[in-house]
């Protein structure tokens, strides 16, 4: 969207006033922060206003940002922090020490950025987002049954059983695998392997290749396994700073869990295909009952492959800048301690 340099600054003041005290803003308030005159101040919130930035909540109030104001202060935050300059303020978030498995360490990292932020926390793993299948092996047992063994990028195993009509040769089964293990191992990372590969598996019988897949999909499923959440609490203790409609927002959030592996899946698919931190606004996300809450996620990666994602999620009035900045961190210490330890 173009706008002046002057009304840049005026929605970008109005933003940051905004965020700070939840009261809408004025010319008079703005006018100690701009160097213009009132009457210049409030030509240019009528003009942003026009041009659906701004908004009022009655004819005398001072404005307030609209879904596309914050999503123009956002666009700016992250802007200036790919030319060089930092959004966020203070020391770069730390994962914690002294943990003994990836499961203390990504509970050890919600913590710490629900501490920091005062936002709710949501960092995902493997399991919880559905875990990446590297190879697929099986194991004969009883005529017609074989045990299908996944093992997937983080190094775990399961495993199910499947039955299959006896005039399904074992040599045909043998060929379904090895061409899916070819498959899996010539996918780019990140991709998910299993939404193409009907197709690369069509010259075998449909009814093992069906049973097989199936069988994978079901052991790659997400599960809440390995998604650790914080912050709860420290949302309730803002009662006095955050308006009611975006608590009840934030506080669904985290008590339907469904929702949670969906947004935290969609936000790893958008990190990486950005490579980077992302922000959804309100609808943004893609759940019109969280209109008024906003998310900040990146994705962390366990070499050189993505393993999960960090996520913040809060008030559409939260502080982006400190919100950026923690979960930027947090994704490359996590993406460290991992590539170091396991």
Do not use: C
Not at 150 to 167: A, K, N, R
Not at 178 to 189: K, Q
Not at 234 to 241: N, Q, S, V
Not at 315 to 335: F, G, Q
């Amino acid at each position: 969207m173009m706008i002046s340099a002057r009304q840049h600054e005026i929605l970008v003041k109005t933003l940051e006033m905004y965020i700070q005290t939840g009261v809408p803003v004025g010319s008079a308030a703005l006018a100690d922060a701009v160097s213009v005159s009132s009457s210049t101040i409030r030509s240019e919130l009528a003009t942003l206003e026009a041009e659906g930035l701004l908004t009022h909540p009655h004819t005398s109030a001072g404005r307030v940002p609209t879904d596309a104001g914050y999503r123009y202060y956002v666009n700016t935050l992250m802007a200036e922090d790919h030319s060089g300059a930092s959004p966020g303020e203070g020391m770069p978030f730390r994962a914690p020490e002294g943990y003994g498995n990836v499961d203390e360490l990504l509970q050890g990292v919600s913590e710490g950025m629900s501490e920091v932020t005062r936002l709710l926390a949501v960092v995902a793993g493997p399991s919880a987002l559905g875990d990446s299948v590297a190879r697929v092996d099986r194991l004969p047992l009883r005529e017609g049954a074989h045990l299908i063994v996944v093992s997937t990028e983080s190094g775990l195993s399961t495993s199910t059983t499947i039955t299959l009509p006896s005039y399904v040769e074992e040599e045909e089964l043998r060929e379904i695998l090895a061409s899916l293990n070819t498959y899996l191992g010539d996918r780019p990372a990140g991709a998910n392997p299993l939404a193409t590969v009907r197709s690369f598996l069509a010259d075998y019988n449909p009814l093992a290749v069906g049973a097989v897949l199936e069988a994978v999909e079901i052991l790659g499923r997400a599960t809440e396994r390995g998604l650790f959440i914080r912050g709860a609490s420290a949302l309730l203790a803002r009662l006095d700073d955050l308006d009611p409609a975006s608590l009840s927002a934030v506080v669904e959030v985290f008590e339907r869990r469904r929702w949670l592996l969906k947004l935290v899946g969609d936000a790893l698919e958008r990190s990486v295909s950005s490579s980077g931190v992302v922000v959804s606004i309100g609808v943004e996300s893609g759940f019109y009952n969280l209109v008024n809450t906003s998310l900040v996620a990146a994705a962390y990666n366990h070499r050189e492959r993505p393993y999960g994602v960090v996520t913040l999620i809060g008030p559409k009035r939260m502080e982006y800048d400190a919100a950026i900045s923690t979960v930027r961190s947090a994704a490359e210490a996590l993406t460290q301690h991992l590539d170091s330890r396991f």
